[in-house]
C-alpha cells in the first residue's frame, strides 16, 4: 500500500476520444509525475508536476497534458486517441526523493 | 537522452537457482532504484542505491552500483517463486538540477519467472 491511488483502474476508449485519468497522491508529496507503460515494456516519463506547475516533459505530444490541484492531487488528460496510446498509465508521487508508484490506469484504445 | 538498458529481458529458472539482473547505460546517474511489478500492479521500490560501488542487501536480494554510476545489477540467491515478476531498473539524475528530482529513466525490465 503506497497511499497513491489512481481512477479507473480500467477504461476502454474509442480512436479520437479523450480521456481523464486522475490520481490522488500520497498524503504531503507535492510533486507528482506520470509514466506510461506499453505492454512488456518500462515506464515511459510523460511530465511531472511540481505545487500545481509543469516541472518538466518527456518526449510526448501536446495532446498529452496535465494537471496539478492545490491538494497535488493530479489529472491526465490524452485528447485525440490512438491505437498506440493503449497502455498502463502511472502516476507516482514523490517529496524529494522515492517515488511511490499508483497501481495504475490500464487503457485500451480501440 | 539517458538510457538504460536491461538484461536478460527473459529469466526462466527452477526454484533454488541463482540469477542476476544487469542494468547498464552510458550515462551517469545520481541514484539508481530497483522495483519490482506484478501484473495489473504499479512498481513496488526494492532499493535505492547512491554511491559509486555502493553494495546492499535485501535477505536474498543483493544490489550493486558501479563505481562509475552508469551500471547496477540486481542478484538473487535460491530463487522462489514468489521472487517471480517484473523486476525495474530505473536512474534519476539530479546532477541537471533539482527540478530533476523524481523524473527517472527506466530499463526495459526483466521478466522473471521461478518454478516450484
Known amino acids: 500500500e503506497t497511499g497513491v491511488t489512481q481512477s479507473p483502474t480500467h477504461l476502454i476508449k474509442t480512436r479520437g476520444q479523450q480521456v481523464t485519468l486522475r490520481c490522488s497522491s500520497q498524503?504531503?508529496?507535492?510533486?507528482v509525475s506520470w509514466y506510461q507503460q506499453a505492454l512488456g515494456q518500462g515506464p515511459q516519463f510523460i511530465f511531472q508536476?511540481?505545487?500545481?506547475?509543469?516541472?518538466g516533459r518527456g518526449n510526448f505530444p501536446p495532446r498529452f497534458s496535465g494537471l496539478q490541484f492545490p491538494n497535488y492531487s493530479s489529472e491526465l488528460n490524452v485528447n485525440a486517441l490512438e491505437l498506440d496510446d493503449s497502455a498502463l498509465y502511472l502516476c507516482?508521487?514523490?517529496?524529494?526523493?522515492?517515488?511511490?508508484f499508483g497501481q495504475g490506469t490500464r487503457l485500451t484504445v480501440v | 537522452t539517458q538510457l538504460l538498458e536491461q538484461s536478460p529481458q527473459f529469466l526462466s529458472i527452477q526454484e533454488g537457482e541463482n540469477l542476476t539482473v544487469y542494468c547498464n547505460s552510458s550515462?551517469?546517474?545520481?541514484?539508481l532504484q530497483w522495483y519490482r511489478q506484478e501484473p495489473g500492479e504499479g512498481p513496488v521500490l526494492l532499493v535505492t542505491?547512491?554511491?559509486?560501488?555502493e553494495v546492499k542487501k535485501l535477505k536474498r536480494l543483493t544490489f550493486q552500483f558501479g563505481d562509475a554510476r552508469k551500471d547496477s545489477s540486481l542478484h538473487i540467491t535460491a530463487a522462489q517463486p514468489g521472487d517471480t515478476g517484473l523486476y525495474l531498473c530505473?536512474?534519476?539524475?539530479?546532477?541537471?538540477?533539482?527540478?530533476?528530482?523524481?523524473?527517472?529513466?527506466f530499463g526495459q525490465g526483466t521478466i522473471l519467472t521461478v518454478h516450484p
Open positions: 507516482a508521487s514523490s517529496r524529494g526523493g522515492v517515488a511511490f
Open positions: 508536476y511540481y505545487r500545481e506547475e509543469e516541472n
Open positions: 530505473a536512474g534519476e539524475n539530479t546532477y541537471a538540477g533539482g527540478t530533476s528530482y523524481g523524473k527517472l529513466t
Open positions: 498524503s504531503g508529496h507535492n510533486t
Open positions: 542505491v547512491v554511491t559509486g560501488g
Open positions: 550515462s551517469v546517474f545520481s541514484s
